[in-house]
C-alpha cells in the first residue's frame, strides 16, 4: 500500500478539485498510464491550475516535487494504479530514476549535436526541458557519469535516489516535450555506456556558446 491510499498519511491534503481547463489533466494522466504500462515507475507530483499559480498536491509545496514524502516507495508501473492515481488530481508526472530507468541531462547544444550522431540501434528517448538542457533515457545499469563529461561541468546523469519530471508536465506554464518520444524507438532504452560514448564523442563538435543552467 502507498501513502496516496492512505488519506491519513498522505502529504494531498487539499480536497479534490474539478477540472481544469484544457487538456492538461487527461494528457497527464494518459501519459502516466502509457509510462507505467511499459514498465516506467512514475510518481505523482505537485501540479499548478493557473500559470505561476500556487503549487497543490503537498501541503507546504514551494515548486514542483513529489506529492509524497515517501516518493521513492508511492511509485507504480501499474496503469490501472496510474489510472486511479491521475484521475483523482491533476498531477504532474514524475519518473523515479534508477529502476529501470536513468537519464543524462546535457545543454540543448551538445544534445542536439549527440542526437545526430546516434545511430538508431543506440537512439533512445530524449526530452527536451523547458530550461534548456535535454535528457537522453538510458538502461539503469549502475554505469557512472563518464569523466570526460563530468569533466566538463555542465552534465549531470540521473540515477537512483533522483526523479526527473516527464512530458507533458510543466514548471510555471513551461512544458517538457519530447524531441524523441519512446514510441518513436519503440519503448526500448539503449545501453547507458553506448550512448554516453557517443554524447563524449560530440564534445569535440562546435557548439552553441550560451550554455544555460541545468535544472
Given amino acids: 500500500m502507498s501513502n496516496l ?8 491534503l487539499a ?3 474539478p477540472a481544469i481547463p484544457g487538456m492538461a489533466w487527461t494528457e497527464n494522466r494518459a501519459a502516466a498510464v502509457e509510462l507505467a504500462s511499459y514498465g516506467w515507475p512514475v510518481l505523482p507530483g505537485t501540479y499548478q491550475l493557473a500559470e505561476h499559480g500556487v503549487w497543490l498536491g503537498k501541503h507546504g509545496a514551494a515548486g514542483l516535487e513529489p506529492a509524497s514524502a515517501l516518493w521513492q516507495v508511492d511509485t507504480t ?3 490501472d494504479v496510474a489510472m486511479e492515481w491521475w ?9 523515479a530514476c534508477g529502476v529501470g530507468v536513468d537519464a543524462v541531462e546535457l545543454f540543448a547544444p551538445h544534445g542536439q549535436c549527440a542526437l545526430t550522431q546516434l545511430s538508431p540501434p543506440m537512439r533512445g528517448p530524449v526530452a527536451a526541458t523547458p530550461f534548456g538542457s535535454w535528457l537522453f533515457f538510458v538502461r539503469s545499469d549502475d554505469e557512472p557519469l563518464r569523466p570526460e563529461l563530468a569533466a566538463t561541468g555542465h552534465a549531470q546523469l540521473h540515477a537512483r535516489g533522483a526523479w526527473l519530471p516527464i512530458p507533458p508536465t510543466a514548471r510555471e506554464g513551461l512544458p517538457y516535450r519530447w524531441q524523441v518520444p519512446p514510441s518513436e524507438v519503440g519503448w526500448v532504452l539503449p545501453a ?8 563524449v564523442a560530440s564534445l569535440s563538435h562546435p557548439a552553441d556558446s550560451a550554455r544555460p543552467s541545468l535544472t
Fill in 5 to 12: 491510499d492512505h488519506p491519513d498519511r498522505c502529504p494531498t
Fill in 15 to 17: 480536497p479534490l478539485v
Fill in 77 to 79: 508501473t501499474d496503469p
Fill in 87 to 95: 484521475t483523482r488530481r491533476p498531477y504532474s508526472v514524475l519518473l
Fill in 192 to 199: 547507458s555506456a553506448d550512448v554516453q560514448r557517443v554524447l
